[in-house]
């Protein structure tokens, strides 16, 4: 049975991005795309919310056709267009795409469903609404967080809905150069 696995980027005061959603605070560099994509490679399912996805389809498909693309482009890339897709969204109830499962309601039983279909992780592509609503149902099983040394002040918040104490397991943790932090953790 697969385990969902929130994968974000943070600031050091919890927020996964600016009061308008913005997301240029963010490091990343070749050393952090190749611990991403170590592991983004051993699984084979991505979900996300509406706006990621929409993000996501705009880039992927082609990424790794654009002149000059990096590594990290055109691996992702070719993982991108194998894995399979979940998008959760209401207002695409009924809506179908290509190699894309939409789901619209009944979360917790669709999610258990997801996850009994799967022997790897679900990898939950940032999507922060998305996983407020998945927090508020329980439905997630660890958080892969990277830490970016910052502090926001005010933005959309890591964790919304949480409901109850949900005791967690330090799975792994790395430093990079850049002094982004991945924290890995699993509910106990």
């Given at each position: 049975?697969?385990?969902?696995?929130?994968?974000?980027?943070?600031?050091?005061?919890?927020?996964v991005a600016d009061p308008n959603g913005g997301m240029g605070w963010i490091q990343i560099?070749?050393?952090?795309?190749?611990?991403?994509?170590?592991?983004?490679?051993?699984?084979?399912?991505?979900?996300?919310?509406?706006?990621?996805?929409?993000?996501?389809?705009?880039?992927?498909?082609?990424?790794?056709?654009?002149?000059?693309?990096?590594?990290?482009?055109?691996?992702?890339?070719?993982?991108?267009?194998?894995?399979k897709k979940v998008v959760l969204s209401r207002s695409w109830q009924g809506k179908e795409?290509?190699?894309?499962?939409i789901i619209s309601n009944d979360l917790k039983n669709e999610i258990s469903k997801l996850?009994?279909?799967?022997?790897?992780?679900?990898?939950?592509?940032?999507?922060?609404?998305?996983?407020?609503?998945?927090?508020?149902?329980?439905?997630?099983?660890?958080?892969?967080?990277?830490?970016?040394?910052?502090?926001?002040?005010?933005?959309?918040?890591?964790?919304?809905?949480?409901?109850?104490?949900?005791?967690?397991?330090?799975?792994?943790?790395?430093?990079?150069?850049?002094?982004?932090?991945?924290?890995?953790?699993?509910?106990?």
């Amino acid at each position: 049975m697969g385990k969902l696995i929130y994968f974000m980027h943070v600031s050091l005061d919890g927020f996964v991005a600016d009061p308008n959603g913005g997301m240029g605070w963010i490091q990343i560099n070749d050393e952090i795309f190749d611990y991403v994509g170590s592991r983004v490679e051993t699984t084979d399912t991505a979900l996300y919310g509406r706006v990621t996805f929409e993000m996501m389809e705009a880039y992927w498909p082609t990424a790794a056709e654009k002149p000059g693309a990096s590594k990290h482009d055109i691996d992702h890339s070719r993982w991108y267009a194998k894995a399979k897709k979940v998008v959760l969204s209401r207002s695409w109830q009924g809506k179908e795409l290509p190699h894309t499962q939409i789901i619209s309601n009944d979360l917790k039983n669709e999610i258990s469903k997801l996850k009994a279909s799967t022997q790897h992780d679900i990898l939950l592509f940032g999507s922060p609404s998305a996983a407020h609503s998945l927090l508020a149902e329980g439905l997630i099983d660890g958080y892969w967080l990277f830490i970016n040394p910052i502090l926001l002040g005010k933005g959309i918040p890591l964790f919304k809905n949480i409901t109850g104490i949900t005791k967690l397991k330090l799975i792994s943790t790395k430093l990079f150069a850049s002094g982004v932090i991945s924290l890995s953790y699993e509910k106990e």
